[in-house]
C-alpha cells in the first residue's frame, strides 16, 4: 500500500464541508500532500468522519465520475487524521484511519455500526447544523440528533418563518437560558476571552471588543470541549488572529496578550477610571495622559464635570451590584410616588432586572402613558423627579432631559439618570434611570431597555438583512440601504407588543430571561 505520509501522496475530499476543507487544503500544503479531485484513482480519498464505508463508496460514485475501469477499490481516510496531525503539528501516520469495508453486514446494519464519536468529538457540521436547526422552535432535542447523525453536511432549505442563514449566530433566536458559560466545557477559554473584552472595551477598541464578544456567544453553544485548531477555525465569526488565541490558550493554559495587558500601567489606570459614572474612554485617556493614576489623583487634580464628580464621590456604590429585592424595593417606591402624582403612569423596570437576574448594576424604568393623548412632559416626568426629590429618594440628578424646553425636542422621549437611595441606615447610593416614551414606541423601548446589548445587537443585524431597520423608537420596513448608509428609511410597523416585534422578524418570541446573552 502506498504510504500516506510520504510526500508524494496525492489526496482528494468527499463530503466535507467549505469551511473543514478550507483548513484542511491549508494543512494538506503544509504537510506535502498534494489534493486532487475525486476521479485520480491514486488519492486516498478523505472522508467526513461520519460516512461509513458504504454511504462513502455511493457518495463516490454519484459525486465523481468513479470510471467503470477502475482497477482498484478506492481507500477511504478518516478526514480525523488531519486535524489530528494538526493538532500534534506533525503529520501521522494514516494507518488507524482507514475507514474498512465489513462486508459480511447488511447496508442498513452498517449505519448503526459506524464508528461511534464520541460526544466529546461531535464534528464542527453536526454543530452547526444544530446551530442552524434551533431557530425552529418546534424541533425537539432528539429529533435535532437523530437528524444530525443522518444529516451531517446538508444544509436544510430555508422555510418561511426561518432566518437567513448565511451567518453563523442569531443570538435574538435563540434562548440563553440554552447556553451557558458557566458549567460549558469551554469555560476556561471563555473566561479569558471575557477578560480581553473587557479590556479592548476599556481601551477604546469596540470592534475587537465585540469580536471577542461574538467568539464567546459561539463557544457558549459548543456541548463538548474544543481540542482542535481545525475546531476553532470552524466556529463562526472566528477570525484567523483570534482562532490562534484560543489555540494559544488551549495549548498553554495561558494568553501572552492578556497577560501583556494586565501588566500595562495604561491599562490598569484606564480601567479604574472606566468605573468613574460619566467618564468615557476619551476622558480615561486624557486622564492617563495627564499623568494620573489612582482616584485620589482625580479627586485632588482633574478637573471633573459636576457628573463625574458625582460618579466618584461614589465610586464604590456605583460598582457594587443592587441585589434583586433592593430594585423591587426601589420600584415600590417610584410606583408609589407616581401613583400620587401622575396616575395612570405605567412603569416597568427593564434592563437586567427584567431579565431576572438575581442582582443588577443599575435601576432602568420605562415608562409610558397608553391613554394615547399627547403628554407635555413638564406635566408628567418634572413632578415625579419632584416629588421622589422631596421624600429624599432622589440624592442627586446627573442628566435631566426632561427639562429642556418643549420645543427645542426633537423626539417626546424623556430621560432622567439620576442617584437614589432608600432610607434605611447603611443602604447605598444606586444609579436610576426614568425613561418616558410616548405610547406607540412602548414596545420597542421595553425590547431595547430590557437588552441584552448583545441580545439587543443581534437583532438589530437581523432587521437589517430583512431590509427594516429596529430602534428603540421603532421597526420600519422596506428600508433601503447603501452600505451603513439609509437612502429609504421605509415605513415604521405598527408594533402594540414585543411579541409583534418578534413576528415581523419571523422569530420565536423570548422571554426577558431568554434574551440574557
Ligand atoms: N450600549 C447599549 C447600552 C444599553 N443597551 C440596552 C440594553 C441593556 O440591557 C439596557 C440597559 O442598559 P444597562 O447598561 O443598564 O444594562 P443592563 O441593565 O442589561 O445590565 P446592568 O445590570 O449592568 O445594569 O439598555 C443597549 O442595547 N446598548
Ligand atoms: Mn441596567
Not at 459506524?114 to 425552529?136: A, G, M, N, W
Amino acid at each position: 500500500m502506498t504510504d500516506a505520509t510520504s510526500s508524494s501522496t496525492v489526496v482528494s475530499f468527499l463530503r466535507v464541508g467549505k469551511r473543514r476543507l478550507e483548513i484542511f487544503n491549508k494543512a494538506c500544503i503544509k504537510f506535502g500532500l498534494t489534493v486532487v479531485d475525486h476521479t485520480n484513482q491514486n488519492a486516498f480519498i478523505l472522508i467526513d468522519d461520519e460516512l461509513d464505508f458504504i454511504s462513502a463508496s455511493k457518495a463516490l460514485k454519484s459525486s465523481s465520475v468513479l470510471s467503470s475501469s477502475s482497477s482498484s477499490p478506492p481507500i477511504f481516510i478518516r478526514t480525523q487524521w488531519l486535524s489530528d496531525s494538526i493538532k500534534q503539528n506533525q503529520l501521522l501516520s494514516h494507518e488507524s484511519y482507514i475507514l474498512h469495508a465489513t462486508p459480511s453486514r447488511s447496508e442498513s446494519s452498517l449505519t448503526e455500526t459506524v464508528i461511534p464519536i464520541k460526544k466529546t468529538e461531535i464534528s464542527t457540521e453536526q454543530l452547526s447544523f444544530k446551530r442552524e436547526r434551533s431557530v425552529s422552535s418546534s424541533a425537539s432535542d432528539t429529533d435535532d440528533e437523530t437528524r444530525s447523525k443522518k444529516h451531517h453536511i446538508d444544509i436544510q432549505p430555508i422555510q418561511p418563518g426561518e432566518l437567513p442563514r448565511t451567518t453563523g449566530i442569531w443570538l435574538c433566536s435563540e434562548a440563553s437560558s440554552s447556553t451557558s458559560a458557566v458549567g460549558n466545557p469551554n469555560e476556561k477559554i471563555i473566561e479569558k476571552l471575557r477578560e480581553m473584552s473587557k479590556l479592548y472595551l476599556i481601551t477604546n477598541d469596540k470592534g475587537r471588543s465585540i469580536a471577542y464578544q461574538k467568539a464567546i456567544e459561539a463557544l457558549k453553544r459548543c456541548t463538548h470541549p474544543i481540542r482542535s485548531y481545525e475546531e476553532i477555525k470552524a466556529l463562526p465569526y472566528v477570525k484567523q488572529s483570534l482562532a490562534d488565541k484560543i489555540w494559544e490558550i488551549i495549548r498553554t493554559n495561558g494568553l501572552v496578550k492578556l497577560s501583556a495587558f494586565q501588566s500595562r500601567d495604561d491599562v490598569s489606570a484606564l480601567a479604574l477610571f472606566a468605573g468613574v459614572w460619566g467618564a468615557g474612554t476619551e476622558t480615561t485617556k486624557q486622564w492617563f495622559a495627564q499623568g494620573f493614576r489612582t482616584l485620589e489623583d482625580l479627586r485632588t487634580r482633574a478637573r471633573l464635570t459636576r457628573t463625574q464628580q458625582i460618579g466618584l464621590k461614589y465610586y464604590q456604590d456605583f460598582n457594587t451590584r443592587i441585589p434583586r429585592e433592593e430594585v423591587t424595593r426601589i420600584e415600590t417606591i417610584v410606583k408609589q410616588t407616581a401613583d400620587e402624582v401622575a396616575p395612570g403612569l405605567m412603569i416597568e423596570t427593564c434592563g437586567s432586572y427584567r431579565r431576572l437576574k438575581p442582582s443588577c448594576g443599575d435601576i432602568d424604568m420605562l415608562m409610558t402613558f397608553k391613554d394615547g393623548k399627547r403628554h407635555i412632559h413638564e406635566s408628567i416626568l418634572a413632578p415625579l423627579i419632584e416629588k421622589l426629590r422631596e421624600i429624599g429618594f432622589l440624592i442627586h440628578d446627573l442628566i435631566n432631559h426632561s427639562e429642556t424646553s418643549s420645543t427645542s425636542h426633537v423626539s417626546e422621549q424623556l430621560t432622567y439618570f439620576g442617584v437614589c437611595r432608600l432610607s434605611e441606615p447603611g443602604s447605598l447610593h444606586r444609579r436610576i434611570d426614568l425613561i418616558f416614551v410616548p405610547a406607540n414606541e412602548w414596545a420597542c423601548s421595553l425590547l431595547y431597555f430590557t437588552g441584552s446589548d448583545m441580545f439587543n445587537r443581534s437583532m438589530r443585524r437581523l432587521a437589517r438583512r430583512l431590509n427594516m431597520s429596529l430602534s428603540q423608537h421603532g421597526l420600519y420596513h422596506g428600508v433601503v440601504r447603501k452600505g451603513v448608509e439609509k437612502i429609504n428609511t421605509g415605513q415604521a410597523l405598527n408594533t402594540p407588543t414585543e411579541e409583534s416585534v418578534f413576528r415581523y422578524l419571523n422569530l420565536s418570541y423570548r422571554p426577558p430571561e431568554d434574551r440574557d446573552h
